[in-house]
Structure formats: C-alpha cells, structure tokens
Nanobody
Framework: QVQVVASGGGLVQPGGSLRLSCAGSGIIFSIYDVGWYRQAPGKERELVATITSGGVTNYADSMKGRFIISRDNAKNTVYLQMNSLKPEDTAVYYC?????????WGKGTLVTVSS
C-alpha cells in the first residue's frame, strides 16, 4: 500500500535543467522526512539532498548551489530541481520517505546528461 515513486527523468544536455518528482501514497507523507539519492553506473548510491517534514533542507557538497529540494504537501510530492547539469550527474535518482526508523524506498528515474 505504501508507494514512493520518483519520476521526471530523461535526456538533458550539459548545462540544462530538469525537475524530478517524488510522489508518496499510503502514508501520511507530510510528516515524513524525504531524501533524494542517486546511483551512477559503477558507483555506490549517494545522498543528493534531504528535506524534513518541517522544510529544513540539506545538500551534498557537490550539489550545493545547483540543486534545490522542495515539497508540496497538498500534492504529496517532493521535488528536486536540478540546474547546470553535468555529465557526471548521470545516474538513476531515487527518493525515500523516512520516519520512526522506517525507510520507504521508491523506484528510481534515470537522468542522462549528454550532448
């Protein structure tokens, strides 16, 4: 019944922008902290950004100044606005909802940054 699904990926040219969405259902999404993670080919999954239920945000160093995480609780959705994209941003992006020691992972969406 719990679903956390990332969407919005696609092919983008270097320097371009893309906005990903994370839709939650089956839980009271607004009370959950949410994180965005990514996994590039041949690499481990890494943290991208997090946002608490209160709207406090944190970013991995490599994403600071380029990515913005936000949420719209009325739509049960968390967003990741990605700007100034680089080829090294190419990865499968995942989101998860976190609360009470529970982590609900969603299926990822592929972002490819290439000319």
């Amino acid at each position: 019944q719990v679903q956390v699904v990332a969407s919005g990926g696609g092919l983008v040219q270097p320097g371009g922008s893309l906005r990903l969405s994370c839709a939650g259902s089956g839980i009271i999404f607004s009370i959950y902290d949410v994180g965005w993670y990514r996994q590039a080919p041949g690499k481990e999954r890494e943290l991208v950004a997090t946002i608490t239920s209160g709207g406090v945000t944190n970013y991995a160093d490599s994403m600071k100044g380029r990515f913005i995480i936000s949420r719209d609780n009325a739509k049960n959705t968390v967003y990741l606005q990605m700007n100034s994209l680089k080829p090294e941003d190419t990865a499968v992006y995942y989101c998860k909802a976190m609360k009470y020691g529970m982590n609900y992972w969603g299926k990822g969406t592929l972002v490819t940054v290439s000319s």
